[in-house]
């Protein structure tokens, strides 16, 4: 995997690129809990998670927004962890024993 | 068998666990009883996180107050798991690059003043002295209730386990003991809800069968539940009491407190590596989740059958458990109309004629999770495992606590501050010694509790959110940040945060009503305005004083970067 030429592989495009995916991923955390949980709640509440009796901003509120949480740092770790090796900036071996 | 048999069994049984545990992994140096020597692995740390967070108030008290509040429960649920995003994405990963021991370190270094770190300190034990006292009152409640011990004598038991392994293991020990704790309480509050689930709605996944059909009658659960709650005169279970804004704030603030809490931070110095440190906040937030998305399934079942129960019925055909409870003064009942029936009621209850009716019943939020499985007829053994779980949720969390208090102590004011040239094993001494006069004074609130603890919790948080959350953010992604703007920062934040809940709590507790408060938002969520307010001064103050010196702002570049976590503990050190 060679990285494309001339690409910007500076510390400084490094922060901005972290802070782009910082920004979506955060976006993403606060539609589900203050978005659909809290701000939209009653609004989604006259609907129903499908087959079941949940109302949908309750849903949310209580269960929905957890499960997003999980995958939101997981997604954080895979990107995060990509990104550290295309800017060579991942720990090797160093610091282990 | 029975409850008590069965509870002493599961409860020696788990505490020589604990203890076993202790002795095998007893630090020698500071490193291993500040942050076990940076060896732990990522899974293991985030079980020990979980354990760590998740607290006698998790455990025993949340799914109660969610069952009596409903919806508005929801800003524990939200609040208590949405904090670890924002750690995972905005803190743990840089704090371990940074590669110090405690919280005030990193205000101290990053700052490069010892008054800011005098601040972070006061404010790290402050917090956790508050939080460590509710775990004792936990303790005392499960030894009082299930093996019928004197309050007093429970907390002493519970005060030499935790005296046992935290000053003997330090980090270390407290890590994989809180790794057994975890086991223990994850499974200790599923089986019960499996059990419930199973018996109401058929489907052995809590998590789906609380949005399930009740078996009886076909109706969906939460359906049959808002039914009930009408008829009673409660306010629907989905639909809450409080404001929107309240809601949004108060899950702000839990939110943000949450990712400021030093006993959480500080298990992110404990992994290998900058990489370890993001994954193991994945994993904490994992085992957190399997307890909080149960947690909701817990309270509206418990809230189902507490109201099938006791609601209109004869008090004299009332359960064992109701009068046990009774005994402890955590359930009352005043017969107002002398017709020797419970009328359990909400606020907007009227007769057929219209005429209001009186509610007769008071109970303690506090037990609907350990009286549940007695309510629900559980076996013997569930109950007893309820009661292990209860307290291996207590003491995982005295225990991370009081290590902050020790290494607060030792590290941050002898060897940071007073004591520079402390040698190595001084510093242990001090750490141990510390960490042993901590768990006194926690067992002493425990027994004598402040009658004031709930109202501290909010507080603890409200205070977190306000003063280190922003000051570490901004320590990170800002590199222009100042000394003055920090502590400008902090001081503005606390003061507003703190002003704010002792006249609403403390001074004036009678005017704490919506109607007086601030665009609404209760003292419990001010910790965001608080937050906000600190941003505001701490950039502000920035602008106008001058930069912080070149060599922070080459720090600041460094715990960007992962590469060379091995030796970053170094610059502290």
């Known amino acids: ?97 | 068998m029975t409850v008590k048999v069965w509870t002493f069994g599961l409860v020696g049984l788990t505490f020589a666990l604990y203890i076993g545990i202790a002795i095998w992994s007893r630090a020698r140096s500071t490193a291993e009883f500040y942050v076990a020597g940076k060896g732990v692995h990522p899974v293991a740390n985030g079980m020990a996180t979980a354990a760590d967070w998740m607290s006698a108030a998790s455990f025993i008290s949340m799914a109660g107050i969610i069952s009596f509040l409903g919806y508005d429960g929801s800003v524990y649920l939200m609040g208590w798991t949405g904090g670890y995003v924002l750690l995972a994405l905005l803190l743990a990963p840089y704090l371990r690059k940074f590669g110090a021991f405690t919280v005030p370190d990193f205000v101290g270094d990053r700052y490069y003043s010892q008054a800011a770190r005098v601040v972070a300190v006061v404010c790290a034990i402050f917090i956790s002295f508050t939080y460590v006292a509710g775990q004792m009152r936990g303790v005392g409640i499960v030894f009082s209730r299930f093996l019928e011990i004197d309050i007093t004598l429970g907390v002493v038991i519970g005060m030499g386990i935790v005296f046992f392994y935290a000053v003997l293991g330090g980090m270390k020990g407290i890590t994989y003991t809180q790794v057994a704790q975890f086991c223990v309480l994850i499974f200790a509050y599923t089986v019960p809800a499996i059990f419930l689930s199973m018996l109401i709605t058929g489907n052995p996944i809590p998590q789906l069968g609380f949005g399930g059909a009740e078996q009886e009658t076909g109706t969906y659960l939460l359906d049959r539940l808002n039914g009930l709650h009408q008829d009673l005169g409660f306010a629907a279970y989905t639909g809450g009491t409080k404001s929107t804004i309240d809601i949004f704030a108060i899950t702000a603030a839990l939110m943000v407190g949450t990712a400021g809490l030093p006993h959480v931070i500080i298990r992110f110095y404990t992994v290998p590596k900058v990489r370890d440190a993001r994954i193991s906040a994945g994993w904490a937030l994992v085992f957190i989740a399997l307890l909080y998305t149960v947690a909701p399934a817990v309270a509206v079942f418990a809230r189902t059958n507490l109201l099938n129960t006791v609601s209109n019925q004869p008090y004299a055909e009332m359960p064992e458990w109701f009068s046990k409870w009774e005994d402890t003064g955590l359930i009352a009942f005043e017969d107002h109309n002398g017709d020797g029936t419970i009328q359990y009621v909400g606020p907007a209850a009227v007769t057929a004629a219209g005429t209001p009716i009186q509610n007769e019943l008071t109970i303690d939020r506090d037990i609907m999770v350990l009286a549940n499985p007695e309510i629900a007829r559980l076996p013997n053994w569930v109950i007893a495992l309820v009661a292990a779980g209860g307290l291996a949720a207590a003491l995982s969390t005295a225990a991370g606590l009081l290590l902050v208090v020790s290494t607060a102590v030792s590290h941050d004011l002898l060897k940071r501050g007073l004591r520079p040239d402390i040698t190595e094993r001084g510093e242990l001494i001090a750490a141990r010694v510390s960490a042993a006069v901590a768990v006194v004074v926690a067992g002493y609130l425990g027994i004598n509790p402040p009658g004031f603890v709930a109202e501290v919790v909010a507080f603890a948080f409200g205070l977190a959110a306000a003063s280190f959350f922003p000051v570490i953010i901004l320590g990170i992604f800002s590199k222009r940040l100042n000394r003055e703007g920090a502590i400008a920062g902090m001081l503005t934040g606390i003061i507003f945060t703190a002003a704010y809940i002792i006249y609403f709590k403390f001074v004036n507790p009678t005017a704490n009503v919506a109607d007086n408060w601030w665009f609404g938002i209760s003292p419990e969520g001010i910790g965001a305005v608080g937050m906000a307010v600190n941003f505001v001064v701490a950039l502000t103050v920035s602008r106008f004083t001058p930069p912080p010196p070149d060599h922070v702002q080459e720090l600041v570049e460094r715990i960007r970067v992962p590469r060379g976590s091995g030796e970053a503990h170094e610059i502290s050190a």
């Open chain 1, 1 to 97: 995997m060679t990285p494309p030429k001339q690409a910007d592989r500076s510390p400084i495009e490094y922060w901005r690129r972290n802070l782009r995916y910082l920004g979506m991923l955060l976006a993403v955390w606060f539609l589900v809990s203050y978005g659909a949980g809290i701000l939209f709640a009653d609004a989604l509440n006259q609907f129903r998670v499908p087959g079941t009796g949940f109302p949908l901003g309750f849903w949310f509120a209580q269960q929905g927004a957890i499960y997003v949480f999980v995958v939101l740092i997981f997604v954080y770790v895979v990107l995060m962890n990509r990104l550290d090796r295309e800017f060579e900036v991942d720990e090797q071996d160093e610091g282990s024993e």
